[in-house]
């Protein structure tokens, strides 16, 4: 780092150290302690119409005196917002009225199951039912009855989005707000069996137009919904009993298909789905002919770099608890798209990617004769275990040969003081009827010290029939979030021979250094229009085993956050790689960069309208050198809400670069619509561009929800040749499922 920018760092010290000083700020502890809520109980039948209009209502205590967190920190909320708690011994009903003097200017995003809550009115819980100040379930519902839920572990180091529990909520409009009635099932939840216990609770306002968000028990403007730690008390629970429920789904799938060469394929199937509550805190689920063919399909990515590409996984099965699986840290940060190069400080490594079950390298579906999972705590443990076997899939000689194998992945976690643990990890892939295997075990500690500093590590070692001797991974990291620092640094290690077969590792025998450190600072005198701006610096620094630079990136970056969402950032990303080989860039154009060392710079600008407005946008542009030659990058978005029930949008990114060795374009074009008939039925569509793969590809799926955790899905997919619109496949299919509760 030359004097300038080392300068430059230590005035930005000095003003952080001054302004942190300079702060003060509410005990959060303190009011946490008081936020006090007596649950109680009735023998009145409640309705959920969203009206709150029974008697018990009235005489239930209420959580008022909101505090917000964002725009004016520690400041009561602008709006009040009452909360009363009722139950009985089926259900926990919670009761919100959200004053509004405005209540014409409300903003709804969609209907959506798991709707958007950033861009729209809402009401949000939290319950930790075991009370250990670090895991939960999170509920919310916007004013026209949308629901989104999700399973929180660690204080949402795991959150778990795509888990749907049965429970129900009403909306009603009023003159003055709108209210929201709650009832989740007890049988919903898992938590000890005592006679009479509390509950850490929380409850959050979003109020759009403002841009505002309050809590019930006061949060730091860092900190979200989830962080448990800081949350109220829910008490006087008596006489309940935690659901230890059997639930079968079973499903019937149909599918016709159709090829370039005009072959038809009409395929039929049905499987079953299980789960047991064992105890009160471990569930125990089996799966016999699994299907997946309701997924959602996957954005395409087009990759301009030697390091692979991260697809998350959309698969229910594999996300229900799938946070028990995180070893290690959680990803600081996921690619703008839900996918992207696989650098940066944490999303380097994972010990467990469930992508590698039942799915092929090019996404194609690998048929999966079961399998069952084992999830939840016992004692002071968090313990999870899952075994699938994926069946075989052609010809041992054909290029798409998938031999039969079996999967198995074992956790135990042990929860240590205040939101700390360790554990243990175990994952072994088998092939059937064959000696190979491969399996990995590993060690990791993720250790807190209050509210801001955390520490984790991991120590992981594979195993192979002829493996070699360099077969270690492993990490060490810190965290530092405070009200103004944001400072995060690691160490990463992967030996040459490390290999695993379930897991995503990018690189292999390589060193990492990667930090992080921002400066959050909100100017008093441009509140009106400016809330944050965070400059910050990040690099990594990629070595082979011999201490060679492979790949040195840094981040220079200043955004803008503004009171109304809106959202600009400006940086330069200089970056420096080593080739020891033809690295090729566009295979198809028989494009490669040359063996050597290239160093380039690139210069952006990328912005985002306030989302909740029924047009919004966002662009990014960038330029510089790259690599032998100059690169272009254009990528424009948009969002078109012609209501809560319409939406549809589009994003484009091209990359324009001139080589010496060639000059070549990408494009890749998605176009989405989604219509919402009402919070049970849904459709779908996506449509996709992809220049490098030469391909337009169709997604509609139209899902109707007949019953609780009970779905209709009705998906058709179609691939088509960019050039001249060949068809090279598509496919109808239709799943129907059906669960019973008993």
Do not use: C
């Amino acid at each position: 780092m030359n004097g300038r920018w080392a300068g430059l760092l230590g005035l930005v010290l000095i003003n952080l150290f001054t302004t942190a000083r300079g702060m003060a700020q509410m005990d959060y502890a303190a009011a946490r302690a008081e936020r006090k809520l007596l649950a109680t109980r009735t023998s009145e039948a409640i309705t959920v119409d969203g009206q709150l209009n029974e008697a018990a209502w009235a005489s239930a205590a209420k959580a008022e005196k909101f505090i917000q967190n964002e725009p004016r920190p520690d400041q009561p909320a602008s709006e009040d917002t009452d909360v009363r708690v009722l139950y009985d011994k089926d259900n926990l009903y919670i009761g919100v009225y959200a004053h509004d003097r405005e209540p014409g200017k409300l903003i709804v995003s969609d209907l959506n199951r798991d709707f958007t809550r950033d861009i729209g009115d809402t009401v949000e819980i939290v319950i930790d039912t075991f009370h250990d100040e670090r895991n939960g379930y999170q509920f919310a519902a916007n004013p026209e009855g949308a629901m989104w839920d999700a399973q929180m572990n660690n204080e949402g180091r795991e959150t778990n989005e795509s888990w749907d529990g049965v429970w129900y909520v009403k909306t009603r409009r009023m003159d003055d707000g709108w209210t929201a009635e709650f009832s989740i099932p007890f049988k919903s939840l898992k938590f000890r069996e005592l006679d009479a216990q509390s509950w850490g609770i929380n409850f959050q306002r979003n109020l759009r137009r403002k841009n505002e968000d309050s809590y019930w028990a006061p949060l730091p403007r860092i900190y979200q919904l989830n962080r448990v730690s800081l949350a109220g008390t829910l008490e006087n629970l008596e006489g309940i009993e935690p659901g230890r429920n059997l639930r079968f789904k079973p499903y019937v799938v149909g599918s016709l298909g159709q090829f370039a060469d005009g072959d038809k394929d009409w395929t039929g199937d049905a499987g079953l789905d299980v789960k047991y509550g064992l105890t009160t805190g471990l569930t125990w689920d089996f799966t016999l002919n699994t299907d997946f063919s309701q997924v959602e399909a996957d954005e395409q990515q087009i990759n301009l770099s030697s390091f692979s590409l991260f697809f998350p996984e959309k698969r229910e099965f594999f996300l229900e608890n799938s946070g028990i699986f995180q070893f290690g840290s959680a990803p600081d940060r996921m690619p703008m798209g839900g996918g992207g190069r696989a650098t940066g400080l944490n999303n380097d490594f994972y010990l467990f990617f469930s992508r590698r079950i039942g799915l092929a390298d090019s996404g194609a579906a690998i048929p999966i004769y079961g399998g069952t999972r084992l999830t939840g705590r016992a004692g002071g443990f968090e313990l999870g275990f899952l075994n699938m076997q994926q069946k075989e899939v052609g010809g041992s000689l054909l290029p798409n040969y998938s031999p039969g194998t079996n999967f198995t992945v074992a956790r135990l976690r042990k929860n240590l003081l205040g939101n700390s643990d360790f554990g243990v990890m175990m994952v072994n892939k088998e092939v059937v009827n064959s000696a190979r295997y491969n399996r990995v075990l590993g060690a990791d500690a993720n250790l807190r010290f209050g509210q801001s500093l955390s520490f984790n590590s991991y120590l992981a070692k594979s195993f192979l029939a002829n493996g070699g001797d360099g077969d270690l991974a492993g990490r060490v990291g810190f965290g530092y979030q405070g009200e103004t620092w944001d400072v995060r640094g690691a160490y990463t290690g992967i030996q040459e021979d490390f290999v695993n077969e379930m897991g995503f590792v990018p690189r292999l025998g390589v060193r990492k250094f990667a930090g992080h450190a921002g400066w959050r600072y909100r100017p008093e005198s441009l509140r009106r229009v400016l809330r944050q701006t965070n400059p910050h610096f990040q690099f990594d620094y990629l070595m082979n085993k011999d201490g060679v630079l492979l790949y040195r990136h840094f981040d220079y970056h200043i955004p803008f956050n503004f009171q109304d969402g809106s959202f600009i950032e400006t940086g330069v990303n200089p970056t420096r790689e080593q080739y020891m080989k033809p690295f090729a860039i566009n295979p198809r154009r028989r494009i490669s960069i040359p063996v050597g060392s290239y160093s380039f710079n690139e210069y952006f600008i990328l912005a985002r309208s306030n989302g909740s407005r029924p047009i919004s946008g966002n662009l990014r542009y960038a330029i510089g050198p790259y690599y032998t030659g100059y690169k272009h990058t254009y990528g424009l978005g948009g969002v078109f809400r012609f209501n809560y029930q319409l939406t549809t949008s589009f994003t484009y990114t091209q990359h324009n670069i001139n080589l010496p060795q060639g000059h070549f374009k990408t494009n890749l074009l998605s176009i989405r619509g989604n219509y919402a008939f009402s919070t049970t039925m849904f459709l779908n569509a996506l449509v996709q561009y992809n220049n490098d793969a030469r391909q337009w590809t169709s997604n509609v799926r139209f899902n109707l929800i007949h019953r609780p955790l009970s779905d209709l899905f009705v998906v058709y997919n179609e691939r088509r040749e960019s050039e001249g619109g060949d068809l090279i496949d598509r496919a109808l299919i239709a799943k129907f499922t059906y669960m019973i509760a008993l």
